[in-house]
């Protein structure tokens, strides 16, 4: 009976001693399935905490740092070199020469003709056509007051178009055409004793004449002017004829 009771006491023993084992290794295999199951949430937090950190450590280092100005370097000024500069204005003009003798005269003149002929060198083509134009347009204005101051119905009519415009400013139109125009200053011509027309200011630029112009006129006695007026006329010319005259009123 002693061996059978040993073994038992044996049995007992070892299986307490496994079971102690066990127990013991339980909390720990816990713990480490505890520490792998954190949530992901959790570790970013953990990871942006960090991050922060890092970022108002680094800010702090910045902010510590002092700012320095640029310095300005004065100009250097050299007194011992005398000043030469100008002041607007305060220089005073010399008086031309004047020529002594019949040689300086001519060479002043021509002179003064080289000046000109390459001021007008100097002019570009468009230039030179529109004062050609220009030239062109107040010989036609000037050839019609002089065909209206003799009241020669023939020739004043010789400087307008056959479609020639006559408007009212700014765009009234008042009568177009040749035969309107014989119809109205054919009968002036007429009726009237003298006409006479001076301008009091012109302006030409290229195919417009703008006549601000004295106006006078005797109906029954050629000497004895009865009604004077002035008038401000527009003239556009194309071709050597008058295509529309817009009168001011």
Do not use: W
């Not at 000024?77 to 000043?83: H, Q």
């Amino acid at each position: 009976m002693k061996p059978l009771s040993i073994i038992l006491a044996s049995l007992i023993t070892t299986v307490a001693l496994i079971t102690y084992a066990a127990d013991q290794t339980e909390p720990e295999q816990k713990e480490a399935q505890s520490s792998e199951q954190v949530p992901v949430s959790a570790q970013k937090q953990s990871t942006e905490e960090e991050k922060a950190t890092t970022q108002a450590t680094t800010d702090d280092k910045v902010n510590t740092l002092e700012y320095k100005a640029p310095e300005i370097k004065k100009p250097v000024i050299d007194n011992t070199k005398p000043d030469d500069s100008k002041v607007l204005g305060n220089e005073q003009s010399k008086p031309a020469e004047q020529p002594k003798n019949k040689v300086e005269k001519a060479v002043a003149v021509a002179e003064a003709e080289k000046a000109v002929t390459q001021a007008k060198e100097a002019l570009t083509v468009k230039q030179q056509t529109k004062a050609k134009q220009s030239r062109e347009s107040l010989a036609v204005v000037e050839q019609l007051v002089k065909a209206y101051n003799a009241r020669n119905i023939e020739e004043f009519l010789r400087v307008y178009d056959e479609d020639v415009e006559f408007y009212i400013f700014p765009n009234e139109l008042l009568f177009k055409g040749k035969e309107k125009l014989i119809a109205r200053y054919g009968l002036m011509f007429k009726k009237l004793k003298c006409i006479h027309s001076s301008p009091i200011k012109r302006i030409v630029h290229g195919d417009i004449v703008i006549d601000h112009e004295l106006s006078e006129t005797c109906s029954t006695d050629e000497n004895v002017i009865d009604k004077r007026s002035e008038l401000i006329s527009s003239y556009q010319i194309k071709d050597g004829k008058i295509v529309r005259v817009l009168f001011f009123r």
